[in-house]
């Protein structure tokens, strides 16, 4: 790695160097029998416990994975007939970011992703006071 050079990486909820896998979520949950049906690939099993492991799922993927589904998607959105570049922002000392950043006919456009209803955010208010941009766009789940 050079001094400067970045590259993006995955948010994690538990202090390993990967994310965990769905077994090893359903053992940290206290339901080692559901971990070792899925590890055993019980079919018979995972049947019958169709509807708790289901809602196990939803909940690993959205809890594990969100931010950068969130992101994703945003990005997606964005892209559809895009004649604009869209890159990200950090600060020098890489203790700040936006998620995107536009250029759409020579005005930079911020663009802020929360995947839940905080809308704080330590890196987008500082952006738009320091750079002062005619448009600014946060995305979130919380109503308008």
């Excluded at 896998?21 to 049906?37: I, K, T």
């Excluded at 600060?91 to 950043?101: A, G, H, I, L, Y």
Aim: proline content about 6%; hydrophobic content about 35%.
């Amino acid at each position: 790695m050079h001094s400067g050079t970045s590259f993006p990486v995955g948010k994690v909820c538990f202090p390993d160097l990967r994310p965990v896998s769905f077994p090893e979520f359903l053992g940290a949950m206290n339901e080692s029998g559901l971990e070792e049906v899925i590890r055993n690939r019980d079919w018979d099993t995972m049947n019958q416990f169709h509807e708790k492991l289901s809602g196990y799922l939803r909940y690993y993927l959205f809890k594990e994975f969100k931010g950068a589904l969130t992101g994703q998607y945003v990005m997606q959105q964005l892209i559809p007939g895009i004649d604009r570049y869209i890159g990200c922002w950090t600060n020098e000392r890489s203790t700040s970011e936006v998620d995107f950043v536009i250029q759409d006919q020579g005005v930079v456009i911020p663009v802020e992703v929360k995947s839940g209803e905080n809308l704080r955010s330590k890196s987008f208010k500082p952006f738009c006071e320091k750079y002062k941009p005619v448009k600014a766009i946060r995305a979130s789940m919380a109503p308008y």
